[in-house]
C-alpha cells in the first residue's frame, strides 16, 4: 500500500458524496465552520479553482507508520473533533471541573456568560501572548462572572517533509488514478520544537501560579505524534504527583487507506512539568561515545 492523503477537509480523500464535495469546492472545514487554515504558501497553484484554495489537508496514511495508527494527523483543528468535544473534556480535566458546562468563548457570550469553563483563544477571543509564545487556547473557570482558575492548553499534530502535490491533485480532480505520495513526517520537531514549547510553557504557568489562579497545562496531540514523544524521553511519562501537565493522545484509527478514521482517546496521563524536564534532559546510561565517531572520522582519512 502506497503512502496517500487520507482526509481532505475531514472527510475521506476519496469521498465522492455531495457533502465532501461542497467541502472541497469551498475549501471548508466543517470543524472550524469557514475556511480551511492550512494555507496553500507556495502559490504555485494560485488561480486555479479546484486547487488553488486552502490545502485541506488533515491526515495522511503511511503503510509503516511508527505508532498506535497507520493514519497520522497534520492539523491540531482535527483532533478537536466535530463540536470541539476532545477540547472541552481535556479542559474539564486539567482544571478538575469534570461536571462543568464547558462553553467556546462565543457561546458563552452567546448565552449570556453563565457559570463554566470557558475556552478562549485564535479565533474566539485572541490570542494570548506570553514571554514563552503563544497559547492555542486558553481554558478558564468563571462563577458570577469572574475568573476563578485557568490553565494554557497546546494542540499538536505534526508537519510534512518531502511532496503531497500530485496526490492531493488527483484526489482534489477525483481522478482514477492517484498517484503515491512522497510526503514525510517531521519527527524531528517532536525533540526540537514540541517538548522544548511544553516544557517553556508548562514552566511559566507555574512561576503565575505563584500569583495567579493558573493550575496547569493540557495537551491535546495525536498518539502517533505522542509515541514519538514517549520514546525521545528517558523512559516513558507517568502518571505523578506536581503541577500538572494533563495529556489526552488521540489516534485517527482506520487500518487501510480511505477508510474514515475514528477519533479515540489512546492515552491520558496527569504528570508533571518536572517530570517532563527530568526525562528530557536526562543523558542515558551509557551515551555513545563521541570519541569512537572520532577515531573513524580520522582513520578514514589517513585512508585517502
Request: proline letters at 7%; glycine letters at 10%.
Amino acid at each position: 500500500m502506497p503512502r496517500t492523503i487520507q482526509e481532505l477537509f475531514t472527510y475521506s480523500a476519496t469521498d465522492m458524496s455531495a457533502i465532501a464535495r461542497d467541502a472541497r469546492a469551498s475549501f471548508t472545514c466543517p470543524i472550524q465552520g469557514g475556511p480551511c487554515s492550512k494555507n496553500n504558501d507556495d502559490g504555485a497553484e494560485r488561480g486555479d479553482p479546484i486547487l488553488g484554495g486552502p490545502l485541506g489537508v488533515c491526515s495522511v496514511f503511511n503503510p509503516q507508520a511508527v505508532g498506535p495508527s497507520r493514519i497520522t494527523c497534520l492539523c491540531p483543528t482535527r483532533l478537536y473533533g466535530h463540536g470541539f468535544e476532545t477540547l472541552r473534556g481535556l479542559a474539564r480535566d486539567v482544571l478538575g471541573a469534570p461536571t462543568q458546562p464547558t462553553y467556546l468563548f462565543s457561546e458563552w457570550v452567546a448565552n449570556g456568560m453563565p457559570d463554566g469553563v470557558v475556552l478562549m483563544g485564535k479565533g474566539e477571543s485572541g490570542e494570548f501572548r506570553t514571554e514563552a509564545g503563544s497559547f492555542d487556547w486558553i481554558a478558564g473557570t468563571t462563577q458570577a462572572g469572574k475568573l476563578v482558575s485557568y490553565a494554557g492548553i497546546e494542540a499538536q499534530a505534526i508537519d510534512t517533509t518531502g511532496n503531497y502535490r500530485a496526490n492531493r491533485a488527483a484526489l482534489m480532480r477525483g481522478e482514477k488514478v492517484v498517484p503515491p505520495s512522497g510526503h514525510g513526517l517531521n519527527w524531528e520537531n517532536v525533540n526540537k520544537r514540541i517538548i522544548p514549547q511544553l516544557l517553556r510553557k508548562g514552566m511559566l504557568l507555574k512561576k503565575l501560579a505563584e500569583t495567579e489562579p493558573a493550575v496547569g497545562l493540557g495537551f491535546l496531540v495525536d498518539a502517533n505524534v505522542f509515541a514519538k514523544f514517549d520514546a525521545r524521553l528517558s523512559n516513558p511519562m507517568a502518571d505523578d504527583q506536581g503541577f500538572d501537565l494533563v495529556i489526552h493522545a488521540y489516534s485517527l484509527s482506520a487500518t487501510k487507506e480511505y477508510e474514515p478514521p475514528s477519533l479515540v482517546k489512546l492515552k491520558s496521563i496527569h504528570a508533571s512539568v518536572e517530570q517532563l524536564a527530568e526525562k528530557f534532559l536526562a543523558v542515558p546510561g551509557k551515551p555513545t561515545s563521541i570519541a569512537d565517531q572520532i577515531a573513524r572520522v580520522f582513520r578514514s582519512a589517513s585512508r585517502r
